[in-house]
């Protein structure tokens, strides 16, 4: 899937939300433990309520690397169920993967090849080495970490350059040669909103990942305003604030109630594209 | 383990080598396939014949994930066999994971709760949130990436500060504030000797995880030179170079030559401390 075509995606579905599946098994209702499986469960069960209403599913690997090999196995069998099921939705592994040319070309494997998602997100700190191998599948996605929605952001991707300018803007100035708007998304914080607004001076043409809406207090229509390009170039994560909004055996509706929701917000902020 | 205790199993053992347990499954002697778990064999051979000569193991994450359920299966057998036999070892997972807390969290359980390794290797990106949930379990290490042996570490590791400083110096400078001697490690590769140097007048104290010895092209005599503290300080790590030192039914035999020959030379390092 191109950025043409995640657009239009976008455009059919009049929807830029991606569901976050950050499954922790001790948030799951109680009705559904006794399954050999609860969280794929669960999951299943917020797919099939949610899909409607989003163009992206973004499984974040540490909830199931917590749960050893049954989660491993766990996160195999949703990302093999969304794809068969709704083959049409974008899936990014969150995994803020990076390490030297050799270990990148593994993981590269590990996500494309195994697990056959659609897009990984990468820590870009050891620079070109750590995204290169990523961008050498065709169809798949890279998607930087530029600026973070954490508090601690501010640490060190906000520090100011000796040459000019932040951290986290050059590393969209410097990645942006490294692949195209096909291959390349960057993670933007919805919490620092105002900054889409000068990122989108450096790249207004690729999309941003926007995580931060909902449970970490960012707004969706302060991240339309500043981010929001001619193809809409946003896909807005949310997660807790979707799959943990009910946690009685009408989990799934209230999950599916809220995406809708998102949807119907999110159609008035693309009836212009 | 802390830092006093890991020295004195270097001065025991006369050796700070880690082998790393980079295993690729394309790169496994051919008499070893016909196993139900060749990557699980493959290691366990490795460990035992090098496991005299060394004194911690550490598995890339990269290598086991490309390989699937299965893959993660054997990584959890391997790390087992390694606690059950060899209980003094300490073993790193190579993971360069970092995320928000909620996230890092999860992470800090999947490493130090269900896969019992005793360090992990962070990316410090995203700052203080991304490291915090490592550093509250007692008797475990984080190990951060500060300068790494790869040729695009001058991409973003390297760049000046507008307040003086390199940005892997800012982040050693910041980082050390989070935890003590005791919990936390940093990456510098071997490539990168002489930059030692400057970062052992920041953290004279701290042991550093050194990574490029070998296949990459770093000396340890240099590493040593400009590295080494009163109590040692140094894990010095090899993989390609001991693992893959012979691909026939004597692989093993020449592992364990190739890190004997390692630990002699760090004996002769050692004999002042």
């Known amino acids: 899937m191109n950025a043409q075509q995640l657009?239009?995606?976008?455009?059919?579905?009049?929807?830029?939300?991606?569901v976050g599946?950050?499954?922790?098994?001790?948030?799951?209702?109680?009705?559904?433990?006794?399954?050999?499986?609860?969280?794929?469960?669960?999951?299943?069960?917020?797919?099939?309520?949610?899909?409607?209403?989003?163009?992206?599913?973004?499984?974040?690997?540490?909830?199931?690397?917590?749960?050893?090999?049954?989660?491993?196995?766990?996160?195999?069998?949703i990302v093999s169920y969304?794809?068969?099921?709704?083959?049409?939705?974008?899936?990014?592994?969150?995994?803020?993967?990076?390490?030297?040319?050799?270990?990148?070309?593994?993981?590269?494997?590990a996500f494309f090849m195994d697990m056959k998602v659609d897009a990984v997100t990468l820590s870009p700190y050891m620079?070109?080495?750590?995204?290169?191998?990523?961008?050498?599948?065709?169809?798949?996605?890279?998607?930087?970490?530029a600026l973070t929605s954490n508090p601690s952001a501010r640490d060190f991707e906000t520090l100011e350059l000796a040459e000019g300018g932040k951290l986290y803007e050059k590393v969209i100035r410097t990645s942006m040669q490294w692949g195209s708007v096909d291959n390349t998304m960057y993670v933007v914080g919805a919490t620092q909103a105002q900054m889409?607004?000068?990122?989108?001076?450096?790249?207004?043409?690729?999309?941003?990942?926007?995580?931060?809406v909902g449970a970490q207090g960012g707004s969706l229509q302060e991240v339309a305003r500043y981010g929001m390009n001619s193809r809409c170039g946003l896909l807005v994560n949310s997660s807790r604030a979707i799959i943990y909004a009910d946690k009685t055996v009408h989990f799934a509706q209230v999950a599916g109630q809220q995406a809708r929701a998102m949807r119907d917000e999110m159609a008035a902020l693309l009836k212009n594209l």
């Open 7 to 18: 657009f239009e995606r976008i455009r059919t579905k009049q929807s830029f939300l991606c």
């Open 21 to 77: 599946l950050d499954t922790d098994s001790a948030k799951i209702p109680e009705h559904l433990l006794s399954h050999e499986d609860a969280v794929f469960e669960f999951n299943r069960s917020i797919v099939d309520a949610t899909a409607p209403y989003t163009v992206c599913y973004k499984p974040n690997l540490a909830f199931y690397e917590a749960a050893g090999t049954k989660g491993w196995q766990s996160l195999h069998k």
């Open 196 to 212: 889409l607004a000068d990122i989108r001076r450096i790249i207004p043409d690729h999309f941003l990942l926007v995580p931060g």
């Open 127 to 145: 620079g070109q080495d750590t995204v290169k191998p990523f961008l050498s599948f065709p169809d798949k996605w890279s998607v930087l970490l």
């Open 82 to 109: 969304i794809k068969d099921k709704y083959p049409d939705m974008l899936i990014i592994a969150d995994a803020k993967r990076g390490d030297i040319g050799n270990t990148s070309e593994m993981y590269a494997r």
